[in-house]
């Protein structure tokens, strides 16, 4: 789920801005080494929100109503902590309440295509492992949270796309 407001620069490129949350089902876990944790995230649902800048490049200027594009981005991402670690050692098999993951810095590649006012895209968001840490301090692991999308969406203002004498399209 996502709103990006966006800019045409010219006819073939835009930039935005998107503010999304993505909904992922199971991660990439990694325990560490000797470590006294165990992770059993399972295949449960969490969450992935983002601020990304974006680029995205229309590859086509004729009078046809489909417009294939590609882009990509850099942007802020925030992680959802675990819930289910415990103790290896621990007879009692206490639980660790909870778990600090640091958001980063990431990266999206984009394509699809727009018909009038409908877009459908596929995108990959490209995000650094990230060290998952408990409240004592101590690194149980390290989470990969990248994940593939498609986004079905419809465009909002930028007015009628008329044609020009030169058979191209122009807002």
Avoid: W
């Avoid at 050692?89 to 018909?115: A, H, N, P, Y």
């Amino acid at each position: 789920m996502a709103i990006e407001p966006k800019y045409n620069i010219n006819e073939n490129n835009s930039i935005g801005l998107r503010l999304g949350v993505a909904f992922v089902l199971g991660r990439n876990i990694e325990e560490s080494q000797n470590s006294q944790y165990t992770i059993e995230e399972g295949f449960i649902l969490h969450i992935v929100s983002s601020l990304v800048a974006t680029f995205d490049r229309y590859l086509r200027k004729e009078t046809s109503g489909i417009q294939p594009f590609v882009g990509g981005g850099i942007g802020y991402y925030k992680l959802s902590k675990l819930h289910q670690i415990s103790i290896e050692d621990s007879s009692s098999g206490d639980l660790v309440s909870s778990t600090k993951i640091k958001d980063k810095i990431g990266i999206l590649t984009r394509g699809g295509f727009e018909l009038d006012k409908f877009r459908l895209g596929f995108e990959y968001n490209i995000i650094p492992k990230s060290k998952i840490q408990t409240t004592n301090g101590n690194i149980a692991g390290s989470v990969q949270d990248s994940y593939f999308g498609v986004s079905i969406g419809c465009i909002f203002g930028g007015g009628k796309k008329k044609v020009r004498k030169d058979n191209r399209f122009q807002s």
